[in-house]
């Protein structure tokens, strides 16, 4: 009985249920880099406030050397996957998409405005999520912060330069 | 005491992984390592409001990253509990220069002094966490990109833009660190 009603479920199974099955998969896959993004962070320190302010007073070279290592690393290995040009494993060819310089206005006053926030609350938006993690728990306060000031940048954009 | 699970990584072992992260994404479904979109696609799924920025599919455009960024927060939980939480041992000078400015509390991840609930009502706490926080949302989304996106992703396939946004993390930080927190920490 199994034998003969076996294929006739795998036959119905091949459509919807199995690329849902598959896109879970997937999603797990990025559960789990994001895990390990989360030890990295707080293991290296990229999220302690006094690491940041090291970095800001050029009292330490840690900072510079993780930032400037990841940035090599990460070059090195765009330039080796453009090279050959790999696939990913979603069967797409790899192909990242260049940011529009305009004005470079968006760039230099959202950077900036970023930079202020970032020696204040010693944390980028990584490192704000991994503190929640950490049991820092007024972090979601930061975090609900940065929802609200993404949301004014939002509706402010079209009066914005970029 | 530097084992794998207690103590901070190394810089050349530590920025390597996170460099790493760049053609893990890439490799696994051609996703590029960023992670203030999601302050974007949380706005999009949460409150889009009558804002055009946030009306599009936050689920197609962005559900990948919000999984990768609830991983961010399991992790930095489970980092937390394997091993010892100990001191950031930062430098003599850094240590000197903040508790002039009335910083007294080095244990912990980040100064207990400016972060916690009840000192959200000093205005060192306010400016802090709501108003550090504000500033970093709003100048992510305007900037396209934060310290994954622009300085890791950004500068490694050569983009101008991002350049640019770097200079402007660290001039913003620099104005932070020597303009702004002298008086907010100094003042109170």
């Known amino acids: ?162 | 005491m530097n084992s794998w699970f207690s103590g901070e990584w190394s810089w050349y072992i530590a920025g390597p992984l996170i460099g790493l992260f760049v053609p893990a994404l890439l490799i696994v479904g051609n996703k590029v390592f960023g992670i203030s979109s999601n302050l974007r696609h949380l706005c999009a799924a949460i409150v889009p409001g009558g804002v055009k920025f946030f009306h599009y599919d936050w689920k197609k455009a962005g559900l990948w990253n919000l999984v990768f960024l609830g991983g961010v927060l399991i992790g930095g939980f489970l980092a937390s509990h394997v091993g010892a939480v100990r001191n950031i041992a930062i430098s003599g000078e850094t240590r000197i220069a903040l508790s002039r400015l009335g910083i007294h509390d080095f244990s912990g991840v980040s100064p207990h002094e400016l972060f916690n609930w009840r000192a959200l009502l000093t205005l060192r706490g306010f400016v802090s966490v709501v108003i550090g926080g504000f500033l970093v949302g709003f100048g992510t989304a305007y900037a396209g990109g934060c310290t994954s996106g622009h300085a890791i992703s950004g500068l490694a396939n050569f983009e101008l833009p991002s350049l640019i946004a770097v200079g402007g993390f660290f001039a913003g930080g620099l104005a932070a660190t020597y303009l702004i927190l002298p008086f907010l920490l100094g003042g109170i």
């Open chain 1, 1 to 162: 009985m199994t034998a003969t009603s076996l294929p006739a479920i795998e036959v119905n199974g091949t459509g919807d249920s199995e690329q849902a099955a598959r896109r879970s998969v997937i999603l797990l896959v990025y559960l789990l880099i994001g895990i390990a993004f989360g030890v990295v962070l707080t293991r290296s320190e990229v999220v302690s406030w006094f690491r940041i302010q090291e970095m800001f007073r050029f009292q330490s070279f840690r900072m510079y050397g993780i930032i400037g290592s990841a940035v090599a690393t990460a070059a090195a290995s765009v330039a080796l996957i453009k090279r050959v040009k790999l696939k990913a494993i979603s069967g797409e060819i790899i192909a990242i998409p260049r940011k529009e310089l305009g004005s470079g206005m968006r760039y230099a006053a959202g950077g900036t405005i970023f930079g202020i926030g970032w020696a204040l609350t010693g944390a980028c938006p990584g490192p704000l999520f991994a503190l929640i993690g950490n049991g820092d728990s007024v972090m979601i306060a930061a975090v609900l912060s940065a929802l609200a000031g993404t949301w004014v940048y939002g509706w402010l954009r079209p009066r914005l330069p970029h």
